[in-house]
């Protein structure tokens, strides 16, 4: 299986930016889709962005032109860089990918990381 390690949370004020990092480990054969997704309190889990093997990404409306999220395929990470942050934006921050573990089979399995809070307050 596959064990996500998120790291890069933290306090920041309105308009900063903060970088988070997001190592993949364990046993697969492969990984294909990354993501980040946040949850609000009392409020479920949405997507903020995605990025693809071949680097395609899909932005949440809210974040687009302030986050960019990207990938190293070598080192199984992913990054989500959020500029211009906003109030709205706090939040725990998980990370998420789809991963083939089995030889035997093509089914691809979604993992998730523990979480790192971002909070966006003066």
């Known amino acids: 299986q596959v064990q996500l390690v998120e790291s890069g949370g933290g306090l920041v004020q309105p308009g900063g930016s903060l970088r988070l990092s997001c190592a993949a480990s364990?046993?697969?054969?492969?990984?294909?889709?990354m993501g980040w997704y946040r949850q609000l309190p009392g409020k479920e889990r949405e997507l903020v962005a995605k990025i693809r093997s071949d680097g395609s990404t899909v932005y949440a409306d809210s974040v687009k032109g302030r986050f960019t999220i990207s990938r190293d395929n070598a080192r199984n990470t992913v990054d989500l860089q959020m500029n211009s942050l906003k109030p709205e934006d706090t939040a725990v921050y998980y990370c998420?990918?789809?991963?083939?573990?089995?030889?035997?089979?093509?089914?691809?399995?979604?993992?998730w990381g523990q979480g790192t809070q971002v909070t966006v307050s003066s």
């Open positions: 998420h990918t789809e991963a083939r573990i089995y030889a035997w089979t093509v089914i691809q399995y979604t993992y």
């Open positions: 364990g046993s697969f054969l492969s990984i294909n889709g």
